[in-house]
């Protein structure tokens, strides 16, 4: 009985501490996985709108508060000009995720003033 539930109690550890497969939906940002490249993107939010310039690349853009919310998930076909009038909160900073179709991602973070 006393190994039952010393196994019962580890098995209970294993799953609420230690997450085996990772969720999609349960990974907020991946940032061991952003590459440096010359491939940059050039990322400006004023006038509640948000002015990316990058490479002619399709993907997805999202964009998350500080604390892990998402706020906007949209495919873009061309990210070598992009203009998204978005209203963000004033004086708190988010963070955009880009995701290239060839499995690149890129995060910044920015301040909304």
């Not at 497969?21 to 590459?35: K, M, Y």
């Not at 992009?82 to 708190?92: D, S, Y």
């Amino acid at each position: 009985m006393k190994n039952s539930l010393t196994s019962f109690c580890f098995l209970v550890f294993s799953l609420v501490f230690f997450e085996g497969v990772p969720h999609q939906s349960s990974q907020l940002l991946d940032f061991h996985t952003t590459q440096n490249t010359d491939d940059t993107f050039n990322i400006i939010y004023e006038n509640s709108t948000l002015f990316i310039k990058g490479v002619n690349v399709y993907g997805n853009l999202k964009i998350y508060s500080i604390i892990g919310n998402m706020i906007i998930d949209l495919n873009i076909q061309n990210f070598s000009k992009v203009v998204i009038p978005i209203t963000l909160e004033k004086q708190n900073m988010y963070i955009i995720r880009i995701e290239t179709i060839d499995n690149r991602i890129y995060t910044h973070k920015i301040v909304a003033h």
